[in-house]
């Protein structure tokens, strides 16, 4: 049965540095959360005192309500796979699995049943007599991921165990650790930079940055509704274009940022005054849409994507946007017209503190 994971106001210190800033984040039974930001903002100093690598300077870790601070990564019952892999060189593929439950001094029967059974899960029976050195970076992965599940964990806590397979791989297998971790209805804590991961494999995603945590919700929640500029600078690719603008409300509401005009809907609560401007790259097209307001532009740069294409739009006062074409574009370099915002899907940030507003 899969169980729940609390870290309630952890904070971690070094000396004079505060790593860790009061954060309190709850996992329920499970689920698949993903902690995600840039290096060096306290996402895998989280995930180390959740594995009992080391201790937090206050608060609690909570499994199932219990207390656990204090405890050994195997007083918890925690697995954990690592961006190294951790594998031992000199066992097989097949002794490499078996390790953690010889340790447990688990019957010989009953580990040969569990080794072919996480290898069947897996897809990695034909590998058990090879040893590491003879297997491809992703079947290592699968290897190290095998043995954290080949026995019963409470938690399970995955250290970008990705970062280390090409690109194409890495689309692969982490579209196979999401069906698996989903079959299996483990409570798992996943550390990754890449966003991507964050957006396309979690329940819910936790932002970090500074040691604080930004905002924490499903993967579409964080997108479409950021809590601050840094979350929707930092979740979506390409990122979301941000200006300075100015709301003026006389007959109609309108927000000017450089020699871009945009009327806004008169349901609009937003005074007048300078804002931060807010527009996801897939809202600038130039194509018509029903939503859009026209706006003349001309286009320095087309990044062809294969099914999409990322335009580099620049308007009349210099301003430069990026926009998302989804469809074969047959505009070029050069090109120039009207380009189309919708003004639906906007989003607008305080310029002092870069919340939401």
Same mark, same amino acid.
């Given at each position: 049965?899969?169980?729940?994971?609390?870290?309630?106001?952890?904070?971690?210190?070094?000396?004079?540095?505060?790593?860790?800033?009061?954060?309190?984040?709850?996992?329920?039974?499970?689920?698949?959360?993903? @902690?995600?930001?840039? /290096?060096?903002?306290?996402?895998?100093?989280?995930?180390?005192?959740?594995?009992?690598?080391?201790?937090?300077?206050?608060?609690?870790?909570?499994?199932?309500?219990?207390?656990?601070?204090?405890?050994?990564?195997?007083?918890?019952?925690?697995?954990?796979?690592?961006?190294?892999?951790?594998? !031992?060189?000199?066992?097989?593929?097949?002794?490499?699995?078996?390790?953690?439950?010889?340790?447990?001094?688990?019957?010989?029967?009953?580990?040969?049943?569990?080794?072919?059974?996480?290898?069947?899960?897996?897809?990695?029976?034909?590998?058990?007599?090879?040893?590491?050195?003879?297997?491809?970076?992703?079947?290592?992965?699968?290897?190290?991921?095998? $043995?954290?599940?080949?026995?019963?964990?409470?938690?399970?806590?995955?250290?970008?165990?990705? /970062?280390?397979?090409?690109?194409?791989? $890495?689309?692969?297998?982490?579209?196979?650790?999401?069906? @698996?971790?989903?079959?299996?209805?483990?409570?798992?804590?996943?550390?990754?930079?890449?966003?991507?991961?964050?957006?396309?494999?979690?329940?819910?995603?936790?932002?970090?940055?500074?040691?604080?945590?930004?905002?924490?919700?499903?993967?579409?929640?964080? !997108?479409?509704?950021?809590?601050?500029?840094?979350?929707?600078?930092?979740?979506?690719?390409?990122?979301?274009?941000?200006?300075?603008?100015?709301?003026?409300?006389?007959?109609?509401?309108?927000?000017?940022?450089?020699?871009?005009?945009?009327?806004?809907?008169?349901?609009?609560?937003?005074? /007048?005054?300078?804002?931060? @401007?807010?527009?996801?790259?897939?809202?600038?097209?130039?194509?018509?849409? /029903?939503?859009?307001?026209?706006?003349?532009?001309?286009?320095?740069?087309?990044?062809?994507?294969?099914?999409?294409?990322?335009?580099? !739009?620049?308007?009349?006062?210099?301003?430069?946007?990026?926009?998302?074409?989804?469809?074969?574009?047959?505009?070029?370099?050069?090109?120039?017209?009207?380009? !189309?915002?919708?003004?639906?899907?906007?989003?607008?940030?305080?310029?002092?503190?870069?919340?939401?507003?």
């Amino acid at each position: 049965m899969a169980s729940s994971l609390r870290l309630e106001n952890i904070t971690k210190t070094f000396g004079s540095v505060t790593v860790i800033d009061d954060v309190t984040i709850d996992i329920e039974p499970g689920r698949f959360v993903t @902690l995600v930001g840039p /290096s060096g903002c306290g996402k895998s100093t989280l995930l180390n005192m959740t594995a009992s690598l080391e201790r937090p300077t206050d608060g609690r870790i909570l499994i199932d309500g219990r207390d656990v601070t204090m405890m050994t990564a195997r007083q918890r019952g925690i697995a954990m796979v690592f961006q190294s892999y951790a594998l !031992y060189p000199h066992l097989t593929v097949r002794q490499n699995l078996a390790f953690p439950l010889r340790v447990q001094k688990v019957a010989k029967p009953e580990i040969t049943k569990k080794v072919l059974q996480a290898a069947d899960l897996m897809e990695i029976g034909h590998l058990l007599d090879r040893k590491p050195r003879e297997l491809s970076g992703g079947q290592r992965q699968r290897v190290a991921i095998s $043995r954290a599940i080949i026995r019963p964990a409470t938690v399970c806590l995955l250290d970008e165990p990705l /970062s280390n397979l090409d690109a194409a791989l $890495r689309v692969r297998v982490r579209g196979e650790l999401k069906l @698996l971790f989903s079959r299996m209805e483990t409570t798992t804590m996943f550390v990754t930079h890449d966003q991507s991961e964050a957006m396309t494999m979690s329940d819910s995603i936790v932002v970090l940055k500074d040691g604080k945590v930004q905002q924490q919700g499903t993967p579409l929640e964080v !997108y479409r509704n950021p809590a601050n500029e840094f979350v929707a600078t930092f979740i979506g690719s390409p990122q979301m274009n941000v200006l300075d603008a100015r709301i003026e409300r006389t007959d109609e509401v309108v927000v000017h940022a450089g020699s871009i005009r945009l009327p806004l809907p008169e349901s609009t609560l937003l005074p /007048s005054g300078r804002v931060r @401007l807010g527009i996801r790259p897939e809202f600038i097209t130039a194509a018509p849409v /029903s939503d859009g307001t026209p706006v003349t532009a001309k286009i320095e740069l087309v990044e062809h994507m294969g099914n999409s294409a990322i335009v580099h !739009y620049r308007f009349a006062d210099g301003t430069s946007l990026i926009g998302l074409e989804m469809i074969d574009t047959q505009i070029g370099v050069g090109w120039e017209g009207a380009v !189309y915002i919708d003004t639906q899907r906007l989003k607008f940030f305080d310029t002092a503190t870069g919340q939401a507003i």
